[in-house]
Every structure is written in structure tokens, then in C-alpha cells.
């Protein structure tokens, strides 16, 4: 983990990464929404992000997320893990985007809920590009399906796609491995938003393979390691807010 007078630092660097990156794709900086993934890391940090201007942040469990954001002001806050259905009443009505719906029965149960609130509930729906077992997400092959299950639910905003490519093999550079993926989720969504013109965005890249990702057309990337360091062993707690 860093110390909260370095995150200027990082965060220009990755700005200036992606800056690069759209560059070169012949895109706009402006339309790549930087996602901090602050998950390990405390409230202090996440708010010292949000302080250097990096409002967007990311958790990967429900739990952290909803604990962690008690003491953070002026975030909004995107879930970018796997939610198990019981969750669901942690998350919605919260202004959370929900990156990581995988399945119709999580479809169902969030737009249930956000019926019960009068709430409009926005995700992403995600795809396991590289078929890989340590991944969540839906199969390629089912995700127009599940894209048209999904925004037919009344209380449900279906707003782009997300994923995230396997791990590379020893060796193999992170932004070639990675770009076919990226290519695939792009291929996904051109094809949704010709049904569904609302199905705009790409969260795709990370820290080692931002680069492919914006060029492949990524709307929002989610970064951690390159802003906040290493992660901690496990998630932050509030008890352990003194660590
Ligand atoms: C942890 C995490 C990230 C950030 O990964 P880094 O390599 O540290 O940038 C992005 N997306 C998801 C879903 C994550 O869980």
C-alpha cells in the first residue's frame, strides 16, 4: 500500500497512460471513466483518492464496499466482484453500478429488489471471455441472451458489458494476451447495442493491460495496483481501521 502523498502522483501517471492509449486509437481521454479499485485498501486511502479528484471507485465484495464507503465522501461506487444473491439488499438504492451480473436468476433478484424501492438498479452484464473456470461471468455464447433477458426486467438498466481476460502465461506480454479478449467483449457489444442502442458500455482493464483495453474501445477501466500498490492479505474491516 502507498501513502496517500503518492496517489498524485499515480494517478497522473495513469491518466497520462490512458491518455496515450486513446491516443493512439484516435479516442478521447474524456470518454474513458477511470474506476480506482480500492478493495484491501482503507477508507483513508479512498478518500484520499476522491480528494485528488478520482471520484469512481471499485470493490470487488459487497461487504467492503458497504462498510468502507460509511467513511469516504463523494464517491460513487461500483461493485466489480461477484454478488451472490443474497447481497442484493446490500447493494441496491445505494447508487452502486453493479458490474458483475452473470445470470438471470441475479438479474431477477436485483430488479425484484429495486422494485420493492422504487429504484432503478444499473449494471453491466459480465462475460467470461476466455471461458476460464477462475473467472465469473456468463459464457459468450449466452450473453446476447441474457443482454435481452436482463433489460426486460422492469427495474433493471442494462447499460454495457464487462470482463476480465485470464491470467497471462509466464512470458507472454499482458497487452497481447489480453487484447483478443477485449476484442471479443467489443464484438459482443456491438452486436447488443444494435437490438439495444442503450448497451454502450465497455469496463474492461486493468493494471497490467489497460492499454489493449482502451484500444479496443474500453469506456471504463478499473485500476488498482497502479494507484493504491499492493493489496493488503485480505479485505479491509472497520475494526481494523487502526492497521
Ligand atoms: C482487483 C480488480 C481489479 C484491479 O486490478 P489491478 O490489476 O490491481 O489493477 C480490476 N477488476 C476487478 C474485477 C478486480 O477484482
Known sequence: MIVAGE????????RSRIEAA??????????VLLIGVTKTHPPQLAQAAVDAGLADLGEN????LVAKREHVEGARWHLIGQLQRNKVRDVVGRQVLVHSVDRARLADALSRRAEQLDALQRV????NVGDDPAKGGCEVGGTLDLVAYARGLPNLAVEGLMTIPPLPPTGVDPLEFAQPHFATLRELRDQARERFPEVLHLSMG???DLEAAVAEGATMVRIGTALFGTRQDGPWRPEEDAR
Do not use: H, K
Open 206 to 208: 486493468m493494471s497490467s
Open 22 to 31: 486513446a491516443e493512439r486509437a484516435g479516442r478521447r481521454e474524456q470518454d
Open 124 to 127: 453491466l452484464i459480465q462475460v
Open 61 to 64: 465484495r459487497v461487504q467492503e
Open 7 to 14: 496517489l498524485a502522483g499515480r494517478l497522473a501517471d495513469v
